[in-house]
């Protein structure tokens, strides 16, 4: 394991995109414990994207513009739908604050989480790019090295994204009380979310 490599994942890890963000808006509308279901949610999403990655579908993705557009529009569309979400007050972002629909909410947030993160095109693209350079040409067990890898990466994404949404659900209090800065909060959120899809929408391969 290089230190080359952990440094370069924590950068791409902490950096701000659509799972902090996502991870963020659930401490703060429903607090810790659903938070880190968003880091659990988000972390599982990667799952998908390295077995492409170990099986040659990403090279498709990067090879096949139809492919790449197709997931890419699907990402768009529900990204804009999780705006929508977030100004209408409902999904996983819904404030709720009975124990009942805790269980309930975790399951939604997670299965939102996940979806967020499969449906990042350029997700499979970063590991059918990134990994490879980290494992050697002469690796006797070259999957077996990814899995490794892969396996920091995702360990790496938990963490952090558990201490993002940790720190943030330490502020709710304040923010559930104040129903003008929960408002703001909700359009700031609704605009990052499409502005993440926006940006997704002019991504290239």
Avoid at 148 to 172: D, I
Avoid at 189 to 197: I, S
Wanted: hydrophobic share 60%; with cysteine; glycine share 6%.
């Amino acid at each position: 394991m290089t230190l080359s490599f952990l440094l370069t994942s924590l950068i791409v890890v902490a950096s701000p995109g659509t799972g902090v963000l996502y991870t963020l808006a659930v401490a703060l509308t429903s607090g810790a414990r659903p938070s880190v279901a968003a880091a659990c949610g988000c972390t599982l999403g990667i799952v998908p994207h390295m077995l492409a990655a170990m099986l040659g579908l990403a090279a498709v993705l990067h090879t096949s513009a139809l492919a790449f557009a197709a997931l890419k529009w699907c990402g768009v569309m529900y990204l804009l739908y999780m705006a929508w979400q977030a100004l209408r007050e409902t999904g996983a972002l819904s404030v709720d604050t009975r124990p009942a629909a805790s269980a309930r909410s975790s399951r939604r947030v997670i299965v939102t989480a996940i979806l967020i993160n499969i449906l990042n095109p350029k997700l499979s693209i970063f590991f059918l790019a990134f990994l490879p350079q980290f494992i050697a040409a002469d690796e006797v067990h070259p999957l077996a090295r990814m899995v490794g890898l892969s396996g920091v990466f995702m360990a790496m994404t938990l963490a952090v994204f558990a201490v993002y949404g940790l720190f943030a659900a330490t502020l709710r209090d304040h923010v559930v009380s104040r129903p003008a800065v929960m408002a703001w909060l909700r359009r700031s959120f609704a605009a990052a979310f499409a502005a993440l899809g926006a940006r997704l929408a002019f991504a290239e391969r």
